[in-house]
């Protein structure tokens, strides 16, 4: 009898750590998802997109362009549904206002594709994918540093410092440090150039934030790092505010 209830015990045991095991591993990946810059139905559309603009519309091939109006349904309408994760919260006014485009430049291409007007076609065809992109530069970070630090942010600010995870903080503050200096050496696209000198001035008070940050880290000051974190973030949204 007592074999039996060891057995059951072990077996209960077993469960259990196998169900943590399973919600620890769905928390992780639903935090990797929320700090990463990317929405999966958009990245999805690019698959009709590319035959759209890449083949069908520079060689002019009508039939193909009517053809691909099932794909461009299919593939669109996750979108106009789609969440954005976390890390891209503050872009909410912008992708709605982008996604809304989208839609009427797909109704558009629908139109156009039940119609006889081949140069009407065309111009949707130009249209919708014009507007794709346009969504698309509005989740796509400027810099990839920018986005690699606001990776790291994202936790600092929104998971560290509301449970007051003061040893986390620490621990995260140096790596910030570092990703700062990474953005303060980074070259502008041709395309900001006339907003490099304004770019340099907040690339280097977001460094001067960081160290601050781990300065009030390493002297275990919980006050100083709660208000470091809070400048980090502010100084991070009057960088990222240059190129709205």
Not at 35 to 51: G, N, R
Not at 146 to 154: E, G, P, S, W
Not at 156 to 166: R, S
């Amino acid at each position: 009898m007592e074999a039996i209830l060891k057995k059951r015990i072990i077996v209960v045991l077993i469960l259990f750590f196998g169900v943590l095991g399973l919600s620890l591993s769905a928390a992780a990946q639903d935090k990797a998802a929320e700090t990463k810059s990317e929405v999966p139905e958009l990245t999805a559309f690019h698959d009709i997109i590319y035959p759209i603009w890449h083949t069908a519309y520079p060689e002019k091939d009508y039939a193909a362009l009517r053809k691909y109006v099932t794909d461009v349904n299919k593939l669109a309408a996750p979108i106009f549904t789609a969440k954005l994760p976390g890390i891209l919260r503050e872009k909410e006014a912008k992708w709605k206002e982008g996604v809304a485009t989208l839609k009427t430049a797909v109704d558009d291409y629908n139109k156009a594709a039940a119609g006889k007007d081949d140069q009407a076609l065309l111009s949707a065809a130009e249209a919708l994918h014009a507007k794709y992109e346009a969504l698309v530069r509005t989740l796509a970070p400027v810099l990839k540093e920018m986005d690699v630090f606001h990776q790291a942010l994202y936790i600092v600010f929104h998971t560290y410092l509301p449970e007051k995870a003061y040893d986390k903080i620490r621990g995260a503050s140096a790596d910030l440090v570092t990703k700062a200096e990474a953005i303060t050496k980074a070259t502008l696209p041709k395309r900001l150039e006339a907003k490099a000198e304004a770019f340099k001035k907040a690339a280097a008070d977001l460094l001067i934030a960081a160290k601050t940050l781990d300065a009030a880290g390493q002297a275990h000051d919980h006050d100083g790092m709660e208000k470091g974190v809070d400048t980090v973030h502010a100084k991070y949204q009057s960088l990222q505010t240059l190129f709205e």
